[in-house]
């Protein structure tokens, strides 16, 4: 099974328009260069100071503040 939610995964889909897992050796490669020197793929905008996801969003609209506490 392969995770399609990855960053490496983003990455392949989109410059490849694929899967990472579909690529060959030299398009993974490629992809892993790009994931370490592409300020895109080093700093997206879900890992932003100021993100906040969708779920967080829906869970402040409904005042569910500790959904992510056990």
Avoid: R
């Amino acid at each position: 099974m392969n995770n399609l939610n990855t960053t490496i995964d983003k990455v392949a889909m989109s410059e490849f328009d694929m899967h990472y897992y579909q690529l060959g050796e030299n398009e993974k490669q490629w992809c892993h260069d790009e994931l370490t020197n592409n300020p895109k793929w080093l700093a997206p905008f879900w890992k932003q100071e100021d993100y906040i996801s969708e779920t967080d969003k829906l869970c402040n609209e409904l005042g569910i503040f500790n959904y992510k506490t056990k």
